[in-house]
């Protein structure tokens, strides 16, 4: 039997010491469905179940934004079925879960070099970050065909131009200027990075804004990452102190 679903915040976490924002690296999907005996893609299509379980649990919680990354630039290497499935994937789940958004007032953004996906999943991706864009609950970033050295050097292209143009100075290059050129532009940096399935790595995710995340790896597989253990992952948050470099 499954676990019931805590909807309230668990008594022994505190609201004052939540994190605003958490990002997530989703490992796992694939061995959980070898271990189950069944095709990597229905590892994905759980990793979905989880993903949006997570996402309401923040929203239950009074944590404000999530980051899950969905797709890197290196994923392009997988085998071609399994890219075309989560391309997908992706796109339906959006068709599907546009009116449950809007109902639960979610702010859905994608971030990557989103010209190179499949023209349809961009309508999809247009159409859900228009329509919620006024949304004012829990802010939802889907990095998608992200890189965090491609991030860097696509916003380091765009300040180098604005000053071969002479519209900025080498010396007002700082970082309000650099990440006001990310993809992440007005997104509040992550309080807590949440890796799954055991990987001690960053793997190219948010290199520029996880600069003082907190970091929770749990050998869970992503498809059995559940309420009790997002508990614990903020119960280990809690427990830290964090000191941005300062003593
Ligand atoms: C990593 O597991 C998971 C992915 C590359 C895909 C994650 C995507 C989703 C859960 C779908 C999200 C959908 C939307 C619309 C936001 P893996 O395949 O690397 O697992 P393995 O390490 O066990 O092989």
Redo the contacts with the bound molecule.
Sequence with gaps: MNAPIVLELPPDLKQERLPKHVAVI?????????RQGLP?IM??KR??D??KDLLRCCRDWGVQALT?????TE?WG?PLE?VEF?MT??ER??RK?LREMMQEDVQIRFVGNLNALPRSLQAEISRSMADTQNNRGIKFT?A?NYGGRQEILAATKAIALQVQQGLVQPDQIDEALFESHLYTAGICDPDLLIRT?G?MRISNFLLWQLAYAEIYITET??PDFDRSEFHRALCSYQERERRFGKV
């Design positions: 989703m490992d796992g999907n694939g061995r959980w469905a070898k990597r590892g994905h990793g979905v989880a993903l899950a990354y969905a797709f890197s994923n997988r399994e989560l994937l992706f789940v959006l879960e889907v998608t399935s990987e597989l992503w």
